[in-house]
């Protein structure tokens, strides 16, 4: 059984930063390849970024390209995502993904990742 955990999500002030994190237990964290996503209220979920884990090579949607940035620590199984200068527009409820590989695809594609977290709660205000 593959669970993930994530937390760190919480109120923050536009402007601000926040670091969510994502563990993950019940399988080899240092083979997977990890995505994070959001839904906003009202909205479909979307692709926020993701990284792999043969190269470490990430991944990020537009709209938070030069303000998050994903991390692996595979000592630990865990994946964080840090979130700088945060926008209300950021306010969603953050997920986090295992791709283990055997389903390909685009790493921004839902489709392909096998397990999801429960998500965290992330509220900027304005």
């Known amino acids: 059984q593959v669970q993930l955990v994530e937390s760190g999500g919480g109120l923050v002030q536009a402007g601000g930063s926040l670091r969510l994190s994502c563990a993950v237990f019940g399988r080899t964290f240092s083979r997977t390849n990890m995505g994070w996503f959001r839904q906003a209220p009202g909205k479909e979920r979307e692709f926020v970024g993701a990284v792999t884990w043969s190269s470490g090579r990430t991944y990020y949607a537009d709209s938070v390209k030069g303000r998050f940035t994903i991390s692996r620590d595979n000592a630990k199984n865990t994946v964080y995502l840090q979130m700088n200068s945060l926008t209300p527009e950021d306010t969603a409820i953050y997920y986090c993904?295992?791709?283990?590989?055997?389903?390909?695809?685009?790493?921004?594609?839902?489709?392909?990742?096998?397990?999801w977290g429960q998500g965290t709660q992330v509220t900027v205000s304005s």
């Open positions: 993904a295992v791709n283990g590989g055997l389903i390909s695809g685009s790493y921004s594609s839902q489709g392909i990742y096998e397990y």
